[in-house]
């Protein structure tokens, strides 16, 4: 079984910062590519960033500039740094992970519990 678990999310005031961990743990081979969502109340759930195995990253426009995702292979885990948070950043924050369990298995895709991110003065 593989796992997903997030940390790190909470209050902050409009301008602060932020840093999100997600760790892996469980049955995993190979870790192909990781990246944060995330979905506001009543809102579908976005893109935010993704971190590819070779270090290449893509980021949604809302959040260039602003946050930084970043990954240590040694852990399996995988990092949101946000900066200059605005209200429109509330949201709960989910991790993502595409990953292979086994040796001769494929890729599968899977999500953590989420973790709520709130910035509000």
């Known amino acids: 079984q593989v796992q997903l678990v997030e940390s790190g999310g909470g209050l902050v005031q409009p301008g602060g910062s932020l840093r999100l961990s997600c760790a892996a743990s469980?049955?995993?081979?190979?870790?192909?590519?990781m990246a944060w969502y995330r979905q506001a109340p009543e809102k579908q759930r976005e893109l935010v960033a993704r971190i590819f195995s070779g270090g290449f990253t893509n980021y949604a426009d809302s959040v260039k500039g602003r946050f930084t995702i970043s990954r240590d292979n040694a852990k399996n885990t995988v990092y949101l740094q946000m900066n200059s948070l605005k209200p429109e950043d509330t949201a709960v924050y989910y991790c993502?992970?595409?990953?292979?369990?086994?040796?001769?298995?494929?890729?599968?895709?899977?999500w953590g519990q989420g973790t709520q991110v709130t910035v509000s003065s």
């Open positions: 469980g049955s995993i081979f190979s870790i192909y590519a």
């Open positions: 993502n992970a595409d990953l292979s369990p086994g040796a001769y298995e494929g890729a599968w895709n899977y």
